[in-house]
């Protein structure tokens, strides 16, 4: 059965170079997590942001934008023309045009991801999630999110249960991998409280609701002492944030333990090492992939 339920497409057409840039200019200027496509016969890149209520697109978001693909240009990347466009879809019309966009991932021989339709059979004692598209995204595509996946298909291989966070968890994919992998406990949590109710479904449908626990909250209102500390956590954030609320993200991290810190833009990276360096971590792996650069850093023992 169709829903007569529509969504509101706002799209920006940009070169491949700059597909990421743009999707953090689009998702920081909407407060909504943007998604690119990529025209194999025209060699353009659409970057798409989905809401639930017809934005308002005043003349300072399209300002914000268009500033924001000056300061792209600026910084030598291309970002095209970067004509905003607005568009009224059928929730049916945007979930059949995801199935041409999203395929099985393999993060080495320990986690297949797979969405709902796909027939994709997993490897033996390869753990399995389904997950398919919604407004809260992430779905192992970009290599942000990748590079998590490896981390915690990595550290997982210990025997002894190892102890995740996963702050800011979007469509919940992180901490339902790291369920699937056998680490406990899992915790999650996320600023918009959309993302939280769909990764709770997540979790749900992928039967580990019980092992984990999602919850709304905001990185920047923590604790500075924490009652809780984690072997591994996953902070897929921009860099700004990132450096700003460091202390809180590291007071968390267990000596020994991992920090895995991805969103960051290549031309940033070394500056936000240099600054978590500061406060004793080590960086143990990096790994670019676009235009963003993510790094794996280890919390040495005393």
Known sequence: MKTTKSL?????????????????????????PAVIYFDLETGASTVTAYLQRKPVLQRNIRETIQEGLKRINHCGLNAGAGRVTLVKMGREDWAESWKRHFHPIEIGDQLLIKPSWSKRRARKNQAVMVLDPGLSFGTGQHPTTAFCLQALVQG???KAPRSFL??????????????????????AFDFDPESVR???????????HKRLRITHGDVAKLPIRPVRQYDLI??????????????????????????????????????????FEKLGLK???????????SGSFSFPEK
């Not at 509101?8 to 909504?32: C, F, K, M, N, Y």
């Not at 960086?283 to 650069?293: M, P």
Request: glycine share 10%.
């Open 198 to 208: 769909v990764a709770r479904a997540n979790a749900r449908a992928n039967g580990v």
């Open 283 to 293: 960086l143990a792996d990096s790994k670019g992939g676009k235009e963003w650069r």
């Open 8 to 32: 509101w497409r706002i799209s920006v057409v940009t070169t491949p170079e700059a597909e990421d840039a743009v999707a953090e200019l689009l998702g920081t200027a909407l407060h909504q």
């Open 156 to 158: 997982g291989k210990n």
């Open 234 to 275: 996953c902070a897929n954030l921009i860099s700004t944030l990132l450096v700003s609320e460091r202390r809180r993200m590291v007071n968390r991290l267990r000596r020994g333990g991992t920090l895995v810190l991805a969103g960051i833009l290549k031309s940033e990276f070394f500056r936000v090492q240099a600054i």
């Open 166 to 187: 996963d702050i800011g968890t979007g469509s919940g994919i992180l901490a339902i991998a790291a369920a699937k992998l056998g680490y406990e406990p899992v915790h």
